[in-house]
């Protein structure tokens, strides 16, 4: 789905649980040439404009900025920015509301992998 051979694809991680993040990026580490963390959706919003990246994981449940919001308020900046929900919510209501925000992908944590495959 998103594989590319070319390994020049960059990529943002939002999701306020550390060891998450790193799992994340243990995952799919080897498809991209750089990974940004950021820890909540204002991190992500502030972070962003300075290191775009043509991918953004965002999960949804974060303290402050949740990422249903932080993904409409990045897709308003940046229409480009091709945001997937990385989340363990399989909720149909939810992915309507991130479809609706602008993401164009929406993904259990556990099926991850498969995503990139």
């Given at each position: 789905?998103?594989?590319?051979?070319?390994?020049?694809?960059?990529?943002?991680?939002?999701?306020?649980?550390?060891?998450?993040?790193?799992?994340?990026?243990?995952?799919?580490?080897?498809?991209?040439?750089?990974?940004?963390?950021?820890?909540?959706?204002n991190?992500?919003?502030?972070?962003?404009?300075?290191?775009?990246?043509?991918?953004?994981?965002?999960?949804?449940?974060?303290?402050?900025?949740?990422?249903?919001?932080?993904?409409?308020?990045?897709?308003?900046?940046?229409?480009?920015?091709?945001?997937?929900?990385?989340?363990?919510?399989?909720?149909?209501?939810?992915?309507?509301?991130?479809?609706?925000?602008?993401?164009?992908?929406?993904?259990?944590?556990?099926?991850?992998?498969e995503?990139?495959?």
């Amino acid at each position: 789905m998103i594989y590319s051979n070319d390994k020049n694809m960059n990529l943002t991680i939002v999701d306020d649980n550390v060891r998450m993040r790193k799992l994340i990026r243990q995952m799919v580490g080897s498809k991209f040439e750089s990974i940004v963390e950021c820890s909540s959706g204002n991190e992500c919003l502030e972070q962003y404009p300075k290191s775009p990246t043509e991918w953004v994981f965002m999960d949804i449940q974060m303290e402050g900025l949740n990422g249903i919001r932080t993904t409409k308020e990045l897709k308003q900046l940046f229409p480009n920015a091709n945001v997937v929900i990385v989340t363990r919510y399989d909720d149909p209501d939810l992915r309507a509301a991130a479809k609706e925000a602008g993401a164009c992908g929406y993904v259990i944590k556990e099926n991850l992998p498969e995503l990139l495959k």
